[in-house]
């Protein structure tokens, strides 16, 4: 069992580093692209922050959400993360005969 669960981590850690890249692609849309990061956690993205921000902006103000090279910077990070752990998982896998 142990050895079909590290290769399991190995398929999981391979699927969301292309989930980040799938991402990434719609952000380089060029006719419409993704400039708004509302992510499933919050304070990794900053979006804490943000909303006080949104919450004291002025009129004309720019939207603090939306920030297309920022969300490219966490994407960016998000991959070299994920593929960074593709390695750990893959040695994990194969130390243990998988």
């Not at 692609?25 to 949104?54: F, I, K, S, W, Y």
């Not at 009129?59 to 959400?65: L, V």
């Amino acid at each position: 069992m142990k050895r079909f669960l590290m290769g399991l981590y190995v398929a999981q850690v391979e699927a969301y580093v292309a989930s980040v890249k799938r991402v990434e692609a719609m952000v380089g849309d060029t006719q419409n692209p993704l400039m708004v990061n509302l992510t499933t956690h919050p304070p990794a993205a900053g979006m804490l922050a943000q909303a006080d921000r949104l919450a004291a902006r002025k009129a004309g103000e720019k939207n603090p959400f939306v920030d297309p090279a920022a969300l490219k910077t966490q994407l960016a990070q998000l991959q070299k993360n994920g593929e960074a752990r593709v390695v750990v998982e893959k040695e994990k896998a194969k130390a243990a005969g998988k």
